[in-house]
């Protein structure tokens, strides 16, 4: 009977010694949890950052593009204008040599237009002085 109760007092003390090492597993576990948890966050937080700065990344190099394409628009808005102002003056000239030449013409078949020629050489005299 002593074999007996040596034998149930070991089994005993094993269970024991299990009970024990699991109830400080536990224990540890419930202690480490906040530590983990927190570490979880984190390294999420981390992830949403890198994806975030290469958004803003992103962003910035369009926003950097677009200010390229603005001012190419602008310098060539400038050139059009520019362009635009030169046709108009072509325009202008076009037109006094077209009363220029409609004057010589009704000179020719009326002699007394003189005082019309010297009008319109005035004014294109007036134009030539103010564009060039």
Known sequence: MDEFLIAVRQFLLVCGAVITIGGAWKVYK???KPN?????????HEEWLKRDNERIKSIETLLI???GIKAELSKHSQVLSEHDQRLEADKMRGNLTL??????INNQLADSGQDKLAEIRDEIQEFLLDKN
Do not use: S
Not at 36 to 44: F, H, M
Not at 99 to 104: M, P, V
């Open 36 to 44: 983990d948890d927190l570490k979880e966050t984190v390294r999420r």
């Open 65 to 67: 593009a677009q200010e």
């Open 99 to 104: 009363k220029a030449e409609l004057a010589i």
């Open 30 to 32: 419930d202690f480490k």
